[in-house]
């Protein structure tokens, strides 16, 4: 997996203070995307161990984990986003992730990696419906707390 740029102090792609890395990679192409950039999943950096190590330890101080890109869920980055974030929750287990991606949680959802994830905004990017939804581009996206949709189907299991 390759990475485009991170953050290390991020207050607008989630709640509260932030880490956010962008990786590169997306097969949505979505007309008006501004991380256009990001498209082309060799470009950018490799996501090294060095580099993995120095997010997570940036995240000590902040309330959580970002993830965006390019697309995060694209085929090729999942195993590497997998084993971040299995790091991120052994290092830090009471805070939180949140992941953005133009797949329908539909189309993810039996992606084992998104136990990690406590905050999934899925959808494209359509930029013919503006939303002034916070951490959102688009009308169509929505914001899934997974954390939740665990508790749910874990109290239909008893």
């Known amino acids: 997996m390759n990475y485009d740029r991170y953050y290390a102090c991020d207050v607008v792609n989630g709640e509260g203070l932030r880490v ?3 990786v590169t ?3 949505h192409a979505c007309p008006g995307c501004y991380n256009r950039s990001t498209w082309d999943r060799l470009s950018g950096q490799p996501f090294t161990d060095e580099i993995r190590e120095r997010v997570l330890d ?5 309330d959580g984990l970002s993830l965006s890109g390019g697309d995060p869920l694209l085929p090729a980055n999942r ?10 929750k052994q290092r830090y287990p009471h805070k939180d992730i949140w992941l953005w991606t133009g797949y329908l949680y539909e189309e993810v959802q039996h992606l084992e990696l998104l136990q ?12 013919d419906q ?16 997974l954390v939740d949709e665990r508790r749910i189907r874990a109290a239909d299991c008893s």
Do not use: E
């Not at 940036?58 to 902040?62: Q, S, V």
């Not at 195993?79 to 991120?88: E, S, T």
């Open 20 to 22: 956010t890395l962008f």
């Open 79 to 88: 195993d590497d986003i997998a084993a971040l974030c299995r790091a991120f």
């Open 58 to 62: 940036l995240c000590a101080d902040h």
């Open 25 to 27: 990679g997306c097969a």
């Open 116 to 127: 990690d994830v406590d905050v999934l905004i899925d959808g494209r990017y359509l930029q």
């Open 130 to 145: 503006p939303t002034t939804l916070p951490w959102r581009g688009s009308a169509n996206q929505r914001l899934i707390r």
